[in-house]
């Protein structure tokens, strides 16, 4: 029997680069290409069945999430997710399927939003007792 030399592609963690109350703006590092091209990969929301399967609900408002592979300016490649709508819910639960030409994977991924910084805002001054 011979070894099969199948190429293997990983997900790494998530990075949010939003807020609660903002569209959601997140990047998936894309780990072990190998020679797969990013125009051979495709990254979706699992369907309603594998939510199923693994026990999790799929609420509506997971449907506004886009996916795209892409590379960043460093050349790495990435899976960016994005929402058109702002999410007002603070914790995100999915699976992510990405398919590429010798392989499927699904991946669930969870996520806290939290509010965005008030940075604009100057600090109560302390006033001391008298």
């Keep these: 029997m011979l070894p099969l030399n199948a190429t293997s592609l990983g997900l790494g963690d998530i990075n949010l680069r939003s807020a ?6 997140a990047r998936i590092e894309l780990t072990a290409l190998g020679q797969t091209s990013i ?15 693994v026990g999790l609900e ?5 449907d506004d999430l ?3 592979v892409e590379r960043d300016e460093r050349g790495q490649a990435a899976v960016r997710i994005s929402s058109r709508q702002p999410l007002t819910e603070p914790f995100l639960d999915f699976l992510v ?5 010798n392989g499927r ?23 001391a007792p008298s």
């Design 97 to 101: 399927e990405i398919n590429w030409p």
């Design 20 to 25: 609660l109350n903002q569209p959601l703006e």
């Design 66 to 68: 886009r996916f795209a």
């Design 39 to 53: 125009e051979d990969i495709s990254v979706r929301l699992a369907s309603r069945e594998a939510f199923a399967q």
């Design 105 to 127: 994977l699904l991946r669930e991924y969870t996520a806290l939003l939290d509010p965005p910084l008030l940075l604009d805002e100057a600090p109560a001054p302390v006033v």
């Design 58 to 62: 799929r609420p509506l408002f997971l």
